[in-house]
Nanobody, 118 residues
């Protein structure tokens, strides 16, 4: 059974940093062949892509977080990390880890809440 467990969320002040982590289990050695990503869903809004990294290391960020965030993966440990700096109130959301086996088959974590206050 594949499980994605996010951690590292919390309540912070604007300008602070957070490091979100996602531990993936039950996926075996195939993890390194899959793209991974972080999404977020602000309250009352749709889920949106924050950052992604392919199996060969190609990285993409949504414009909102570009320059303030870094996504990374550790294939040996089967973890995905999102370092977020200079947090803004509008970064408040539930953040979800995603592993994409293919365009039609993905795994999701349960989410971790990030709340940024002025």
């Amino acid at each position: 059974q594949v499980q994605l467990v996010e951690s590292g969320g919390g309540s912070v002040q604007a300008g602070d940093s957070l490091r979100l982590s996602c531990a993936v289990s039950g996926i075996g050695r195939m993890f390194e062949f899959y793209a991974v990503a972080w999404y977020r869903q602000p309250e009352g809004k749709q889920r949106e892509l924050v950052a992604s990294i392919t199996n060969n290391g190609r990285i993409r960020y949504t414009e909102d977080v570009k320059g303030r965030s870094t996504i990374s993966r550790d294939n040996a440990k089967k973890t995905v990390t999102l370092q977020m700096n200079s947090l803004k109130v509008e970064d408040s959301a539930v953040y979800y880890c995603n592993v994409a086996v293919n365009v039609n088959y993905t795994y999701w974590g349960q989410g971790t809440q990030v709340t940024v206050a002025l």
